[in-house]
T-cell receptor
Framework: DQQVKQNSPSLSVQEGRISILNCDYT??????FLWYKKYPAEGPTFLIS?????DKNEDGRFTVFLNKSAKHLSLHIVPSQPGDSAVYFC????????????FGTGTQLKVEL | KAGVTQTPRYLIKTRGQQVTLSCSPI?????VSWYQQTPGQGLQFLFE???????NKGNFPGRFSGRQFSNSRSEMNVSTLELGDSALYLC???????????FGPGTRLTVL
């Protein structure tokens, strides 16, 4: 049972344009969400997070939107840069659940020149 | 500050053997979590240790076990290896919550 889903395994975007990565979840208990970026041969690195009490969080070029009623979140990268090419994972957790995270299967983003 | 280190980086074993993987967290981090990454499955949570106690456990069979030492270093053990155990095993250490969680480069385990 995949509680966190990333239905697009890959996404290709032109440099300078917006990249939108999507994530859906099924478990209503999740109350915080994170995005991680992963380069080959490296571990994932934390990018941005959002609590369920918010519907938007912004950090530089990265913005995460949360739609609780739809159980959907998205990561917007504006403008996209070639160095953003990586696999992006969304993850979800429950407050008080320690550091246990449920991850999606990832989306490979390719930013083309 | 040194990051999370995992040893060995690559490992080849045969079915039925057992394996022990090691993780050294960032200095001062007391929480260590383990994840298994396989193609098409994303990262799946194995377990989390905090101050030498298992705080969380994922849905993996009892062949997967772990422990944490007083210096916060952690090991995970997989007994009676199966072909399906071939994966990248990632360790992450944290100072507080998951947004302060730092991952190591992983150990690539291949079971033949």
């Amino acid at each position: 049972d995949q509680q966190v889903k990333q239905n697009s395994p890959s996404l290709s975007v032109q440099e300078g344009r917006i990249s939108i990565l999507n994530c859906d979840y099924t478990n209503s208990m999740f109350d915080y969400f994170l995005w991680y970026k992963k380069y080959p041969a490296e571990g994932p690195t934390f990018l941005i997070s959002i609590s369920s009490i918010k519907d938007k969080n912004e950090d530089g070029r990265f913005t995460v939107f949360l739609n609780k009623s739809a159980k959907h979140l998205s990561l917007h990268i504006v403008p996209s840069q070639p160095g953003d090419s990586a696999v992006y994972f969304c993850a979800a957790g429950v407050t008080g659940g320690g550091n246990k995270l449920t991850f999606g299967t990832g989306t490979q983003l390719k930013v083309e020149l | 500050k040194a990051g999370v280190t995992q040893t060995p980086r690559y490992l080849i074993k045969t079915r039925g053997q057992q394996v022990t993987l090691s993780c050294s967290p960032i200095s001062g981090h007391r929480s260590v979590s383990w994840y298994q990454q396989t193609p098409g499955q994303g990262l799946q949570f194995l377990f989390e240790y905090f101050s030498e106690t298992q705080r969380n456990k994922g849905n993996f069979p009892g062949r997967f076990s772990g422990r944490q030492f007083s210096n916060s270093r952690s090991e995970m053990n997989v007994s009676t290896l199966e072909l399906g155990d071939s994966a990248l095993y990632l360790c992450a250490s944290s100072l507080r919550g998951p947004d302060t969680q730092y991952f190591g480069p992983g150990t690539r385990l291949t079971v033949l």
